[in-house]
């Protein structure tokens, strides 16, 4: 309940500062200065072949919150500096609309986590002959898959995760994968061509579940207060991937 009040108080604090800015619309010459916009800064690090508690690192730099270099702890099986928690001050807007694609959140917490996080939700990084990164993953049942551009960058507004409801999870796991998508139902021997096939409809029941399967859909940004704009570079050399960038925080 207190972290839920504190989330809240912290998303109308990043709301009510972004509508402080006003309006897109110019302003007359005579107007007083336009307040700086405000930003999310990225810089992050993940070893994705190996366990590099180390190594991984997330931080992030924004206008309600911050976090350096915050990394696993694999004493309590959290972040050191909760970043989990605290990044989701700039996740959704006070209406609880996508201000981040929730698949690409998704992966920014890949560097607080433990390698055997990796492995349970299946990641995949691919640099593709085009110069795009394709990443793929299996978080609590739902697969989501989301690509750079050529240049290795996501460029928002308009970053889009492919996403599908495959299974579900229990408690702490294994996730449960319909066979549908993988012949003995775990996540590591997934189909993804099955999961990106149209013509496999959802609504199917997974085992002896209540649970069913869902149909593809995009996960974007819908929020239609605030909005981000600018990039995020990626790289990755095969086994560490690194993004950064400077997000602008709009006023839509």
Do not use: C
């Not at 012949?183 to 029941?205: E, N």
Request: charged content about 20%.
């Amino acid at each position: 309940m207190k972290k839920a009040l504190v989330l809240l108080m912290m998303m109308l604090a990043l709301t009510s500062l972004v509508a402080a800015m006003g309006s897109k619309e110019a302003a007359p010459a005579a107007a007083a200065p336009a307040a700086p916009v405000p930003t999310l800064t990225i810089d992050y690090q993940v070893n994705v072949a190996a366990a590099d508690v180390a190594g991984n690192y997330l931080t992030f730099k924004g206008p309600v919150a911050s976090a350096t270099k915050d990394q696993y702890d694999a004493v309590s099986g959290a972040s050191k500096s909760e970043s989990t928690f605290v990044l989701n001050y700039y996740r959704n807007d006070i209406f609880g609309k996508k201000i981040l694609p929730g698949g690409l959140r998704g992966f920014f917490l890949y560097p607080i986590a433990s390698h055997e996080q990796m492995t349970d939700d299946a990641l995949s990084v691919v640099k593709n002959a085009d110069g795009s990164i394709r990443i793929r993953y299996i978080h609590r049942g739902t697969a989501n898959e989301l690509t750079t551009d050529k240049s290795g960058k996501f460029v928002f507004p308009g970053v889009t995760v492919q996403a599908r409801k495959i299974g579900y999870i229990v408690g702490e796991g294994p996730q449960v994968i319909s066979t549908e998508f993988s012949a003995d139902g775990t996540a590591a021997t997934v189909d993804w061509a099955k999961v990106w096939d149209a013509r496999i409809a959802g609504g199917k029941v997974i085992g002896t579940s209540t649970q069913k399967t869902g149909d593809i859909t995009a996960d974007v940004a819908n929020s239609d207060l605030v909005g981000y704009e600018g990039a995020l570079q990626l790289t990755f050399d095969g086994t560490i991937v690194k993004m950064a960038g400077v997000l602008n925080i709009n006023r839509k």
